[in-house]
């Protein structure tokens, strides 16, 4: 019948737009999780060059004694 076409059609829509959306999201959370990945890592890096440094700082402190 027409109507069983018609939702057919429509089903096989709804499917794709689903899938199509699904990827999308998946695609965005990747891409999220990737900056967020190298924001911390630059991060810890700076952290860390602030903790070396304050470590050398100390280090001359206590010779210049």
Same mark, same amino acid.
Do not use: G
């Given at each position: #019948?027409?109507? *069983?076409?018609?939702?057919n059609? *429509?089903?096989y829509q709804?499917?794709? #737009?689903?899938?199509?959306? $699904?990827?999308?999201? $998946?695609?965005?959370? $990747?891409?999220? &999780?990737?900056?967020?990945? /190298? $924001?911390?890592? /630059? *991060?810890? #890096?700076?952290? *860390?060059?602030?903790?070396?440094? @304050?470590? &050398?700082?100390?280090? @001359?402190?206590?010779?210049?004694?």
């Amino acid at each position: #019948t027409p109507d *069983l076409l018609i939702t057919n059609q *429509l089903l096989y829509q709804l499917s794709y #737009t689903s899938e199509s959306s $699904i990827c999308s999201r $998946i695609h965005s959370l $990747i891409s999220s &999780a990737y900056i967020t990945y /190298h $924001i911390l890592h /630059h *991060l810890s #890096t700076l952290f *860390l060059n602030f903790l070396n440094f @304050f470590e &050398a700082f100390s280090f @001359f402190e206590d010779v210049l004694e």
